[in-house]
């Protein structure tokens, strides 16, 4: 589904990817970790096509696709869906209003009429409850005074609502509890399918307790130092990224 | 910016100003220039009584002696009074046709165009239009409608003839003649406008609408627009307006009166959408309006304006709070794109006791606009606990637009209370970013942010106009992001 070969971006006139790969097949979950400042956040947003994060060499194939000559909606309506870190606030769109408008963009896209409004209205308290939310939460600005952990969980509720094929999980359990995180992760876990791949992107093992990862990636100095199962991830906690980083160099 | 997206910006800006367009009607417009023979002039083609004339005359001889103001924060050409026209009328309309069936179906198509169709069975039901085009009142729909329950809503001529009481009691009774440079130029040559008289205790059954439509080059277009709402009477009244796109300026200075008399409720909504101009800053209308009402005990009255068009915007419905615990609200949305400059905000004179007041304004500039709010809140000496609240935020996209605030307070009674919030804020590239990876695109995004800013003001239009003020702005602002 996703294929990156020999990926280098810039941020602005930093170069912080430098030669990453990464196959990721329909069905499966990965999991890329990394000390601070390795470049996972950066992979998000070179995939997610934000500006200012240009790739300046290598390829991404998208199911058949070349992601990176896509506009960033493009990317999203082609089934590319990126869980923000720190979603921002859009005052006085009720969060109802913004999803519609998105899952319609979405359906447009696919060649379908927009979704009805009850029927919609009906699917999103649906998802509101399988991520602990109230529904008073739709009527609400997007992310407007949201605590962080329904930020997150609001992220949560926005992919299901979108049905992705690649959804990318940026640092989704920072600043979550742990009630919270067993809600996300539960909602991750219901998202996982035959057709669906997921990238999560973090820095501790914490998570994968919960969404158990095909595979695990370490990403350092912007490239993947270290590949492996779920006993990986286990290693690192244990030990911390210093050893490993040692053992490239 | 890549070349398919500049392409794909300057093919939306192309037609982004759908009432652009002129109707071929044969018209009577006088030549360009003004003294008195043009006053006596109008007046006589309005066949009016003598005491109008006289008083169009005390106008135009206070406006001879005055200037134009230049305090306000926009910079444009002088205006060449001597090179307008100051009437002209449809030459079908010079029978005064009795009803729709007689007037010209070229005037019909012109609003139909507009999405204003004047036959009363097609109509928006429960909205009666006064339809004004250049000079005069093509049409008022719904009228017999109307007397059953009181209410007068006729063109301003018809008033002066058919209720001349009411017009000489009220007429410049809130706007007076000599108020401003653009007020006297209006008192002076106004040439059509509605009238509307609510009775004692009315509930006017249904909105009131008018719609002004400029469609002759060169000319100005004044119209005077009066409505008086009786002791506790109630009457919503709608206005919108559209101009052709031209290369040279057009003037719009209209005059606006509102009474409202005890215990009675006057909301007044406006979506302007006068020619702008192109993207270069080239032609659009001036619109430089004075709009004032006055509350009576207990009475309230309600602007609320949606402001897209227009080269220049000079405008401050106001509201005079004479008697105690009268209510004035304020709501406004003003944006600006490209080279338009917009000076536009309110006043609030508290003079009785208890009296309270709401601002709330919402700027938006794009492009190279540039974007004021101007406000005055006065308490007089008599306002005794009288309150004022007024919230005004600004919104840029881009970094060449300009975002001003001038508030000015003045309190003469220490136990008024005066609160006044100010924001401005960007649409940030991280909310446009979260748009788009939500599949939505720029324009849409920029949209979207725009009308969650503006809701705390759409929410207080009636329904059909608050979808129109929705699409209005996403169209207004095509062309703003990239």
Request: aromatic share 8%; net charge negative; with cysteine.
């Amino acid at each position: 589904m996703l294929s990156i070969k020999d990926l280098r971006a810039n941020v602005g006139d930093k170069e912080i990817l430098k030669g990453l790969s990464l196959e990721v097949k329909a069905g499966e979950v990965h999991a890329i970790m990394g000390p601070n400042g390795s470049g996972k956040s950066t992979l998000g947003h070179v995939l997610a096509g934000r500006e200012n994060y240009e790739a300046t060499a290598g390829s991404v194939d998208f199911d058949g696709k070349n992601l990176l000559d896509m506009d960033i909606e493009e990317r999203s309506r082609e089934g590319l869906f990126l869980a923000f870190q720190y979603p921002v606030e859009i005052p006085g769109v009720s969060n109802m209003e913004f999803l519609k408008t998105a899952v319609d963009a979405v359906r447009e896209h696919r060649g379908m009429e927009p979704i009805d409004s009850v029927q919609f209205m009906k699917l999103a308290r649906e998802k509101c409850k399988a991520v602990n939310l109230d529904d008073q939460f739709l009527k609400r600005g997007v992310n407007e005074g949201f605590s962080g952990g329904e930020k997150k969980r609001n992220e949560l509720m926005q992919m299901m609502l979108l049905e992705p094929k690649l959804c990318i999980m940026d640092e989704t359990d920072s600043g979550l509890d742990i009630d919270a995180l067993q809600v996300v992760a539960e909602g991750v876990n219901a998202m996982r399918s035959e057709d669906r791949a997921i990238v999560l992107v973090t820095h501790y093992q914490r998570l994968l307790d919960y969404i158990k990862p095909d595979f695990v990636h370490v990403l350092s100095g912007g490239k993947i130092i270290k590949s492996g199962d779920r006993s990986l991830a286990l290693e690192l906690e244990e030990k911390g990224y210093g050893w490993i980083t040692k053992e490239v160099a | 910016m890549s070349q398919g997206e500049q392409a794909q910006i300057d093919n939306l800006l192309k037609n982004d100003y759908e009432a652009g367009f002129y109707t071929s009607v044969e018209s009577d417009t006088l030549p360009p220039g003004l003294d008195e023979d043009v006053i006596r002039f109008i007046s006589g083609k309005k066949g009016e009584p003598e005491w109008m004339l006289d008083w169009r005359l005390e106008a135009y001889r206070g406006w001879q002696e005055m200037t134009e103001p230049e305090w306000a924060h926009v910079r444009y050409p002088k205006v060449d009074f001597q090179a307008l026209s100051y009437f002209s009328a449809p030459k079908s309309m010079a029978d005064k046709p009795k009803s729709l069936d007689e007037v010209d179906p070229e005037l019909l198509r012109t609003y139909e165009k507009l999405g204003i169709p004047l036959h009363e069975q097609e109509m928006l039901a429960g909205v009666a239009v006064d339809a004004v085009f250049d000079s005069v009142s093509v049409a008022t729909t719904f009228r017999s409608k109307l007397k059953e329950a009181g209410v007068i809503f006729c063109s301003i001529s018809e008033a002066v003839h058919e209720y001349p009481e009411l017009v000489k009691k009220y007429l410049g009774s809130v706007v007076p003649r000599k108020d401003n440079f653009y007020a006297a130029l209006n008192s002076a040559v106004f040439s059509d406008g509605s009238f509307v008289y609510i009775p004692k205790g009315v509930r006017c059954p249904m909105e009131l609408s008018t719609y002004f439509r400029i469609n002759e080059a060169k000319t100005g277009q004044f119209e005077r627009t009066l409505i008086i709402a009786d002791e506790g009477s109630y009457v919503s009244y709608l206005e919108g307006c559209t101009a052709p796109m031209r290369d040279e300026n057009q003037l719009h200075a209209a005059v606006v009166e509102l009474v409202a008399l005890g215990d009675a409720q006057i909301k007044y909504s406006t979506v302007q959408n006068w020619y702008p101009g192109d993207k270069e800053g080239k032609g659009g209308i001036y619109n430089f309006v004075t709009k004032r009402g006055v509350c009576h005990d207990n009475a309230k009255i309600s602007w609320t304006q949606v402001e897209t068009g227009s080269a220049v915007t000079w405008k401050y419905p106001s509201v005079v709070l004479r008697g105690d615990n009268s209510v004035g609200e304020f709501y406004s949305v003003a944006l600006t794109n490209n080279f338009q400059q917009a000076d536009t905000g309110t006043k609030m004179i508290h003079m009785g006791k208890n009296t309270r007041s709401t601002i709330i304004s919402k700027g938006i500039s794009a492009g190279q606009s540039q974007n004021a709010y101007r406000g005055l809140v006065r308490m007089s000496q008599r306002a005794e606990g009288a309150r004022n609240y007024t919230q005004c935020d600004s919104l840029l996209i881009g970094d060449r637009c300009g975002a001003h605030t001038f508030p000015y307070i003045e309190s003469r009674n220490p136990s008024a209370v005066v609160e006044h919030e100010a924001t401005t804020s960007k649409v940030s590239d991280d909310q446009l970013y979260l748009c788009q990876q939500r599949g939505l695109d720029a324009e849409k995004a920029v949209s979207l942010i725009v009308n969650g800013f503006c809701k705390e003001v759409f929410k207080e239009l009636p329904m059909e106009f608050a979808v129109e003020a929705g699409k209005l702005l996403e169209v207004s602002l095509e062309g703003s992001v990239g």
